[in-house]
């Protein structure tokens, strides 16, 4: 259940004229009778210093990348992981990167360097700095923690001959860059603290900046922006006040798991390979199990879940957890080592199945009312204005969805007034609308203001990109308004 708290921020006005905010050093008030005296207690014209301190703290370049680093990056950097696949082996085969499946994350000593920086130097958007860290007689690149003998981290091979685009140009980027990452010195940087006073009340500031940026140069474009600095200040000064506020909140659920940290984790619990993480998750979007990035669950892969926990109480492995494939996926790595028969594991494993297959086919109720109320749901995106029945996504002879009205659950179905003979009975007043017919769509919840129909937010196949929100009416007064912006 959330928590509510209360939070007090001050905006300030350095003499500068720089502006900057600060929070009260009690953080979150736990009780709002106590934040509004601490609010009271801070309400004043000027704030005054009393401490400026700044603390340097070294920030270690990246590991080489390996297969499950960079569809993590590329992730981060906007190209889902299957994409990012599919673009890192179109790059290997035109000869501009190694192969890009692998679990190396140390560069072997047969791997020349200095070569491949010379190399880069013809890459414009890194020439300079690649020509500089060429020049150094003595390369020190990073570590990761896996090591292997079949291949080596991710690296660029050779410069494109043309321009790049898409989802080519950025995997690239991102595996030229994080080379020239691991072979640069550590960056350095300055944590800025400000504490204040502000009528009877203690503010904190908190601030960095860059202060030699080491790695940063070549990394930068991919990583959390570092340079937020506070305004110089001495204890004594005095500052402007330009507001006090008290911020109520509550505390948030943990985050859900983007593609990227998602692809990390499968890898930590011994989830599918490095070749095939990136297609597993592009598989649960594909089926509608999830939707969204960072990735949310439907009803339906939910449904699915809870469906199998309802039928297979007794069984003896849970198909749904990742203990069944990771034990899989351990004892194919023992077969290649000779540890145990593959014999052995296809009879287990069998047996194994077998006995969840029996399990699921005693239960076959169970799973279909699951399922199809969850389907029912997801595919459910309101009530229709005319006449309160529910409207629900469809798809026509030709495979194009749409969304039409199916009546309730109570009506009877029967033959629409005027419609040809031999017409099916049917639930519903006939009312239909056109949908995008790519990306997920989701309901809102809420109607138009303006013509009463159901809102719906459309995302895109990838789960990446700004969501669109819209009616179903496609002559809503608000579809002319988006018309007049367009051409404005």
């Not at 390979?273 to 009803?299: C, F, G, M, S």
Request: aromatic share 6%; charged share 25%; net charge neutral.
């Amino acid at each position: 259940m959330p928590v509510p708290y209360w939070e007090i921020k001050a905006e300030l006005e350095a003499g500068s004229g720089e502006r900057f905010t600060v929070e009260h050093a009690n953080g979150r008030f736990a009780a709002e009778p106590e934040a509004n005296t601490a609010l009271a207690g801070a309400q004043a014209d000027t704030a005054e210093v009393t401490a400026y301190s700044t603390t340097p703290r070294t920030l270690a370049p990246p590991a080489p990348f390996n297969t499950t680093a960079l569809m993590s990056a590329a992730s981060g950097a906007g190209v889902a992981p299957s994409r990012a696949m599919k673009a890192a082996e179109s790059l290997y085969l035109d000869g501009l990167i190694s192969y890009p499946r692998t679990d190396n994350t140390v560069y072997p000593p047969s791997l020349d360097l200095h070569a491949v920086l010379h190399a880069m130097t013809g890459h414009r958007p890194v020439s300079a700095l690649a020509a500089e860290l060429a020049a150094q007689t003595t390369l020190k690149p990073t570590r990761g923690k896996k090591r292997t003998t079949d291949h080596p981290p991710i690296y660029p091979v050779d410069v494109p001959k043309g321009e790049l685009h898409g989802d080519q140009a950025r995997v690239y980027d991102l595996v030229v860059r994080r080379f020239l990452a691991t072979l640069s010195p550590p960056a350095v940087i300055e944590s800025q603290r400000l504490d204040v006073r502000l009528g009877s009340e203690p503010f904190v500031g908190r601030g960095s900046r860059v202060a030699k940026p080491g790695f940063l140069r070549a990394w930068q474009p991919y990583t959390a922006d570092r340079e937020r600095p506070l305004p110089q200040a001495a204890v004594g000064d005095v500052l402007a006040v330009l507001g006090v506020r008290l911020d109520a909140k509550e505390t948030q659920p943990p985050s859900r798991f983007g593609q990227g940290p998602l692809i990390e984790k499968m890898e930590e619990l011994e989830l599918g390979t490095k070749a095939t993480r990136a297609d597993i998750i592009q598989h649960l979007y594909d089926r509608n199990y999830v939707r969204d990035n960072p990735v949310e669950p439907t009803e339906l892969g939910i449904a699915v879940i809870r469906a199998f926990d309802a039928a297979m109480p007794s069984a003896p492995l849970d198909i749904s957890s990742p203990t069944m494939t990771a034990r899989l996926e351990d004892e194919m790595d023992r077969i290649t080592v000779g540890d145990l028969r593959s014999e052995q594991v296809v009879s287990d494993s069998q047996e194994l199945l077998a006995q969840a297959h029996k399990l699921l086919e005693g239960n076959i109720e169970i799973i279909r009312s699951e399922i199809k109320g969850a389907v029912r749901e997801d595919m459910t995106l309101g009530v229709c204005a005319t006449c309160g029945g529910e409207l629900r996504i469809l798809r026509g002879k030709t495979g194009k969805r749409f969304v039409a009205c199916a009546g309730k659950e109570t009506d009877e179905p029967k033959v629409p007034e005027g419609a040809p003979e031999g017409t099916r009975p049917r639930r519903g007043c006939g009312q239909t609308f056109p949908l995008p017919q790519r990306g997920a769509i989701i309901a809102k919840g809420t109607t138009c203001p303006e013509c009463g129909w159901p809102e719906i937010t459309v995302l895109k196949s990838s789960g990446r990109g700004r969501p669109w929100q819209l009616c179903l009416d496609p002559d809503c007064p608000t579809k002319e308004k988006y018309k007049k912006r367009a051409t404005t």
